[in-house]
């Protein structure tokens, strides 16, 4: 430490970049494998995000499968997912600008296989099965036909080459999983009704399919009101699996035709929340085995249920899994990341736990002198309970702060709120460590991972045991001298963003903020937002409009007169989960009273930014933010940003 540079908290230079973080980062999403075959989605911001259908062959030769100009991405549920299928030599997927589905065969150009809908992205598909003898796909399809009114939702059947569409299943509110039986006279699938979310209370049924693509004899097998199913699987031999939470965790279970039979119970997550269709964490392999994605105590790790039922954990230096799939041999692919290793897809051979590294998120490779690792932490909170998080110090290995000075400190505050977040390497928290930053990343109470009872501490509480556990984590640090507690912001994108104006016009305990599309006026959001989750308030608040009382308590923009804190505000002008009206209210609100901020509008963005110049602008003008309220001069070359009343 004797070389290192000694300059302020937050003006370290750094070789995470916001260009590198935009521009040179993929998602990456959606793993497949066919034999040796494996596939991916992979959604590009120098592209404007489009996501990309990408192939790697036995050879290890990698190629778009999707041709340029197709995007593929669903806008069922408008978080979307099940957006393609792999079905052999075809593939099948749902092409962004018109939402119809598109059948490509190899070495050909896909076609249309659905019909023009009458209104733009009128008929919206997801989730694709295809029977075993190649002749019927089983979809969802979300029927947009009457502005003002919301979508259908429904279970179809089609001609695998296009034609009439089947309805087989609708009525309910919500349809996902539909799954196939291997011998194809069975199908399965999870449904649920407003106002649930499908983490409060799924139905799994399961019917009879004929030959002709249509259902009989269906019947509800597991699920209702209170108990969250997930992922429906058949395994090889045709035995239905599923995961549900009936005992507060989320388990998997084995359904032999008259009761579901436990498959190594234990306290801890077998599922997740459904935010998006197809969403996977378990699979079958070799010898009648299931592997799993497991998550306890907010601590993600990989499992083999052997086929006596006993769990064997396989040791992995990664801490996320994203996705998994199997060859039906000893193979799994993964989309992990870990203390060192950003978001990226491996092969791993379970007999041995080796494993090969096949696509990374971000190609760069840093030297761990400049990252953080994430340090798990579990602090006190309101009533008596505790919270958990996930911090990081900063960190430079060419820089030390003068003595006797604490770093500023970023509470990040995750969306959802019904999500969670994990310790693998974000470079989006890195930015900030490596500049001299301290960083909480925190679980709040609400936060899945931790069973259903943590889960539900937000009911009815939203707005506040959010906003308590991201206080109380900022405070836990300050008290341990680990962060400097005049200097302490937070940051968060949508339920993030809403947490994040909720703490600052509530709460004295930050001294600025910064909100990615974010909720100001919970009234409108509860009128005024897309089907998926025009219910979700009604468990996090209460139903809209008898409790409209406690929305305007719990609106920021209901209470400037008691904001005194500067923020920053970003907002796609696209944004159909939440409306640029939001930003621009609350923007008004801050012009009125004269508080320091900064807004920055995107054109063509939507929810979550996609294109790389907008990324790279919000990270580096969220930074420019806070050198001026915190009193520091950044090392970056960043274009200024105006704030307003400063």
């Known amino acids: 430490m004797t070389d290192c540079v000694i300059a302020k908290y937050g003006s370290w230079t750094s070789p995470i970049t916001a260009d590198l973080i935009a521009s040179g980062s993929v998602r990456l999403s959606n793993v497949e494998l066919e034999g040796d075959t494996l596939y991916w989605l992979e959604s590009r911001p120098t592209e404007g995000g489009r996501y990309v259908l990408v192939r790697r062959d036995a050879d290890g030769s990698v190629a778009d499968v999707t041709p340029a100009g197709t995007n593929v991405r669903t806008r069922v549920q408008e978080y979307g997912g099940g957006a393609f299928l792999i079905a052999g030599d075809t593939v099948f997927f749902t092409d962004y600008a018109d939402q119809r589905l598109q059948r490509q065969d190899k070495g050909d150009d896909p076609f249309p296989i659905s019909d023009e809908p009458d209104v733009p992205a009128g008929q919206r598909f997801a989730s694709m099965q295809m029977t075993p003898d190649g002749r019927t796909l089983v979809a969802i399809r979300e029927v947009h036909a009457d502005e003002g009114r919301e979508a259908d939702t429904e279970l179809v059947t089609m001609s695998a080459r296009g034609g009439a569409v089947q309805v087989i299943a609708s009525g309910h509110d919500f349809y996902a999983a539909p799954t196939v039986s291997p011998d194809g006279t069975q199908l399965a699938w999870i449904d649920w009704d407003h106002p649930r979310m499908p983490w409060d209370g799924t139905e799994l049924w399961l019917a009879d399919l004929d030959a002709e693509g249509g259902v009989a004899n269906e019947r509800m097998i597991a699920g209702g009101s209170e108990e969250s199913i997930f992922q429906p699987s058949w395994s090889p031999d045709g035995v239905l699996h599923f995961v549900s939470d009936r005992t507060s965790w989320w ?92 978001s990226s897809i491996v092969l791993l051979d379970t007999s041995d736990g080796s494993y090969e590294i096949v696509k990374r998120g971000n190609e760069t490779e840093f030297d761990v002198g400049y990252l953080s690792p994430a340090e798990p932490i579990e602090f006190s909170t309101e009533g008596g309970l505790t919270a958990h998080a996930f911090a990081y110090p900063p960190n430079n290995q060419e820089f030390a702060a003068p003595e006797g000075e604490l770093p500023p400190l970023i509470v990040f505050s995750h969306g959802g709120p019904t999500g969670s977040t994990s310790g693998g390497l974000n470079l989006s928290i890195q930015f900030w460590t490596s500049r001299g930053f301290a960083v909480v990343d925190v679980n709040y109470g609400g936060s899945t991972g931790y069973g259903r009872a943590y889960r539900e501490r937000l009911k009815g509480t939203w707005g506040v045991t959010d906003v308590d556990d991201c206080v109380n984590a900022a405070r836990y640090l300050a008290e341990q001298g680990r962060a400097d507690v005049a200097r302490m912001a937070i940051r968060g994108g949508s339920a993030g963003g809403y947490t994040t104006l909720a703490a600052l016009t509530f709460r004295d305990a930050f001294a600025a903020g910064a909100s990615y599309y974010g909720i100001s006026d919970l009234g409108v959001m509860a009128q005024d937002t897309h089907k998926f989750e025009s219910r979700y308030l009604d468990g996090l608040i209460g139903p809209w409009p008898e409790a409209r009382a406690i929305y305007e308590e719990r609106s920021p923009l209901f209470h400037t007169d008691q904001l005194s804190t500067p923020m920053i505000i970003f907002q796609g002008l696209e944004d159909a989960v939440v409306p640029p009206n939001q930003a621009e209210l609350m923007v008004a609100a801050l012009e009125k009273k004269g508080i320091p901020y900064a807004y920055l509008p995107f054109e063509g963005e939507q929810h979550g930014f996609r294109r790389a110049e907008n990324i790279q602008r919000s990270l580096e003008a969220e930074l420019y933010f806070y050198a001026r309220i915190f009193g520091f001069e950044p090392a970056d070359d960043i274009e200024p940003v105006e704030i307003v009343n400063l």
Do not use: C, H, K, M
């Open 251 to 342: 388990n998997l279970y084995r359904w032999d035709g008259d009761e579901a039979t436990p498959l190594a119970p234990l306290d801890a997550e077998f599922g997740q929340p459904q935010w998006s269709l197809d969403a996977r964490s378990y699979v079958f392999f070799s010898g009648g085995r299931v592997a799993s994605i497991v998550v306890e105590n907010g601590i993600e790790r990989l499992a083999i249920i052997e086929i006596d039922g006993r769990l064997r954990w396989i040791d992995t230096p990664f801490t996320v899994f994203g996705d998994i799939a199997s060859d039906g041999g000893d193979r799994l692919a993964l989309i992990v990341a870990g203390p060192t290793l950003g």
